[in-house]
């Protein structure tokens, strides 16, 4: 899948803890947003949800993401990714759990965050946002 690179100018707002606004396209046609905790593997912006919850469910149907980051820093900066979704389970567990040590004080997501129990009942997915399109803050930049 061909991607745009992530603007450096704009890179910490994936690495900082900071939570985005995640939009997919429910099976009414109409768009569905939700908070997420974002991450980066270098070429696209990652969150990490579960084939069973809505999130899953929307991309394994239609993969168009849109990803909205803002800086709570300074709200006129922000970045917004429009792309496609690729779902990946390899190492899913491990990549909530790391998101969950930079969002929270705790060390794991299943036991801390959600209970223990749901572990066995969910299937941990990496969305990686392939960037199709990537809209910055008009000071930092314009669209790509």
Not at 3 to 25: F, K, N
Not at 70 to 98: C, K, Q, S, Y
Not at 118 to 139: F, G, N, S
Request: glycine content about 8%; proline content about 7%.
């Amino acid at each position: 899948m061909t991607s745009l690179p992530i603007p450096a100018s704009h890179i910490d707002l994936l690495e900082r803890p900071i939570c985005g606004v995640l939009t997919t396209m429910g099976e009414d046609g109409w768009p569905r947003s939700g908070l997420v905790w974002v991450d980066h593997d270098g070429d696209c912006a990652t969150v990490n949800t579960t084939l069973e919850r809505q999130k899953g469910r929307d991309l394994r149907r239609d993969p168009k993401v849109s990803l909205l980051v803002v800086d709570p820093a300074n709200t006129t900066r922000f970045m917004e990714i429009r792309g496609e979704a690729e779902l990946i389970t390899r190492g899913a567990e491990e990549h909530v759990d790391g998101l969950t040590r930079r969002y929270t004080h705790h060390p794991r997501f299943y036991g801390y965050v959600y209970p223990m129990e749901q572990r066995a009942t969910e299937t941990r997915v990496i969305c990686r946002v392939h960037p199709k399109r990537i809209v910055l803050d008009a000071i930092h930049g314009g669209p790509t």
